[in-house]
């Protein structure tokens, strides 16, 4: 069976134009791609300056934040431009072989502008016959470089949108931009920076928060919460606006305390821990005249994963008027749950809901793939199985609610067919679906008497 393509687009996107914007759709919609890979560069082969690469992989996220289901814009380049210890250009042969290596279901293809195909640039290219052979590149219709019926997208350039922003308030340079960049990536460009943020923590969630401020207009600095409280590290750089704590809950009461002995400047210091009060957890900061509040992404992050919930998720926010009114300014228009007021045993239940719902369908998971693999049904198709069969029924659930999101046994009202259920199955896996259907024929039951009662 031939597996699906992973398209990959490289590019320095110095800034990401309509152009760039529009390739994935292209891509797709021919069929010639089932996903898409963007990987802005590290450092050009041909010492092209560039504006910082933190600064064009946010915007191009921006540029292409709706089509997320299927394009993934990757910081790749970075993390071989460290594995190589900053050093060297970013070739693309490199890119595809990591990129392969990430993504062994696919078959990994290179996308190139039909002009670098006919001005020879392509054959010129680090390990150009390697590339041919082993990523197959496919390549995109240009306007005078291919006949004119089958160019479909705009004749874009990076360098025609720099020197319209270069123009300023020229009228005509303005209406050239609205024409030819994202509308979320021309806001940004124009509004310049918001602030500065310092950010302690190398784990899950700081991976994702640092690039999700930057796309918001934030920079930012990461410092490592351990190096924060023993004092090995240096305070990060810049002067921050506002500080916020990523590291795990037990080293949240440390790092305010370092905070102070070091002589961090008096701006707010929020954290994003769920379960923690910030003027408890946050005491030793809130006592020296820092603002103290808690900003609590609720989903899932995983460093592993590039495609980030944060910038889709509901955080969980309290705090002190000017952590609240920082933490306000970051989100934007995201949604909240407003968690002022609440104690610190009534923040623990709340956390731990957020744990239930997020963490324990891992139990449903492995319990149905053990029931799989006891009939000797193969590994990796019972493993898509099942993630395809939870992710549709959540999605019926969170669109239709109860009762009507519900599907199976308990729905239809055949308990009949629950008893051969909980009988066919074995051990934990029977225990945990009798005490699971019990309580799902229950609140199906409550529902429908509501429904009842409206009618």
């Known amino acids: 069976m031939e597996r699906p393509v992973l398209a990959v687009l490289g590019g320095s996107f110095d800034p990401p134009h309509l152009g760039h914007a529009l390739i994935p759709t292209y891509l797709l919609a021919r069929g010639l791609a089932d996903r898409v890979l963007v990987a802005p560069c590290w450092s050009h082969p041909f010492a092209k300056q560039m504006m910082p690469f933190a600064d064009r992989l946010a915007l191009t996220r921006l540029a292409m934040a709706s089509q997320a289901e299927t394009v993934e814009v990757s910081d790749v380049e970075a993390r071989l431009a460290a594995r190589r210890g900053g050093e060297g250009p970013s070739y693309s042969y490199d890119l595809l072989r990591a990129v392969a290596e990430e993504h062994p279901e696919f078959a990994v293809r290179l996308v190139v502008g039909s002009d670098i195909v006919v001005r020879g640039e392509l054959a010129r290219w680090h390990r150009a016959a390697e590339i041919a052979a082993e990523f197959s590149p496919i390549v995109v219709p240009r306007v005078g470089f291919a006949d004119a019926e089958d160019c479909a997208l705009p004749e874009i350039s990076s360098t025609a949108v720099r020197a319209w922003l270069a123009a300023g308030d020229d009228p005509k340079a303005q209406e050239a931009l609205t024409m030819a960049v994202p509308a979320a990536v021309l806001k940004r460009i124009r509004g310049g920076h918001e602030g500065h943020v310092w950010l302690f923590g190398r784990g899950n969630v700081s991976t994702h928060a640092e690039p999700w401020l930057r796309e918001r207009g934030w920079t930012a600095a990461v410092g490592s ?231």
């Open 225 to 455: 919460a351990r190096g924060l409280v023993d004092g090995t590290d240096q305070l990060p750089a810049g002067t921050p606006d506002a500080i916020w704590l990523l590291g795990q809950d037990g080293w949240l009461g440390p790092a305010a305390e370092a905070l102070v002995r070091r002589g961090a400047p008096r701006v707010p210091v929020l954290h994003a821990a769920g379960s923690v009060v910030a003027r408890e957890g946050l005491a030793a900061a809130a006592a020296a005249g820092h603002p103290v509040g808690t900003l609590h992404p609720i989903c899932s992050l995983r460093r592993e994963r590039p495609g980030s919930r944060l910038g889709s998720c509901v955080f969980g926010l309290e705090g002190d008027p000017e952590a609240r009114a920082m933490a306000l300014r970051w989100i934007g228009s995201q949604a909240h749950l407003d968690l002022q007021g609440l104690n610190a045993e009534q923040r623990t239940r709340y956390h731990a809901a957020c744990a239930l719902a997020g963490n324990h369908v891992a139990v449903l998971a492995e319990r149905a793939a053990e029931t799989m693999r006891s009939l000797g049904l193969p590994g990796p198709t019972t493993t898509r199985a099942l993630g395809e069969l939870l992710r549709s029924a959540l999605d019926n659930l969170l669109a239709l609610g109860m009762p009507h999101g519900v599907s199976g046994p308990a729905a239809r009202g055949d308990l009949a067919a629950l008893k051969r259920h909980e009988a066919a199955l074995e051990g934990e896996a029977s225990a945990l679906y009798r005490v699971l259907s019990a309580q799902l024929v229950e609140l199906l039951r409550v529902e429908l008497e509501l429904l009842a009662a409206r009618r």
